[in-house]
């Protein structure tokens, strides 16, 4: 268990659906990350939220559409994505925005868009 | 640009054998710098870092890396290799301005 819980672990879905991506943790941390992982690539920095407030947005598509209701609770809310978004998406969280201890990863939802 | 290079994408081994997995970033006046591993369908794990004092940090799994600000390098050392270290090996590295920067990661695979 490390901390940060991603669920679900696998999502097939079409263009034209519409889901969810959620991620959790009870670390006490202030600060939540989504990550989009390719195969061959660097990880992508998508969102940040610090304090529940959005502090970054890396030029993500509008079909991305974050929420953080909470510190412990993040969303990624998915609609009409493209085949190229087929990735897997890692929720991180630190313990201050400064991330000087370093992140804490969940295990991903690895996403297939048919 | 902010930058982390790891220079070596997949890097096979024998069990036992030593190893180094290089990492190369951009300079900038002060970072902090990590290492995390992946094993197969699972997240990325924290295995050291750097944030001041010694330059040289150590893992309690037997690895080890060595900043060298001279050189902009965080490079990752076991003596000896185990099946079980076979993963993808990522470098990160956190600038001042608050932007963690990851490498593409390298693939170890420990051969019996």
Sequence with gaps: ?114 | AQSVTQLDSQVPVFEEAPVELRCNYSSSVSVYLFWYVQYPNQGLQLLLKYLSGSTLVKSINGFEAEFNKSQTSFHLRKPSVHISDTAEYFCAVKYNNNDMRFGAGTRLTVKP
């Design chain 1, 1 to 114: 268990e490390t901390g940060v819980t991603q669920t679900p672990r696998h999502l097939v879905m079409g263009m034209t659906n519409k889901k969810s991506l959620k991620c959790e943790q009870h670390l006490g941390h202030n600060a939540m990350y989504w990550y989009k992982q390719s195969a061959k690539k660097p990880l992508e920095l998508m969102f940040v939220y610090n304090f529940k407030e959005q502090t970054e947005n890396n030029s993500v598509p509008s079909r991305f559409s974050p929420e953080c209701p909470n510190s412990s609770h993040l969303f990624l809310h998915l609609h009409t994505l493209q085949p190229e978004d087929s990735a897997l998406y890692l929720c991180a969280s630190s313990q201050a925005r400064t991330g000087m201890y370093g992140y804490t990863f969940g295990s991903g939802t690895r996403l297939t868009v048919v």
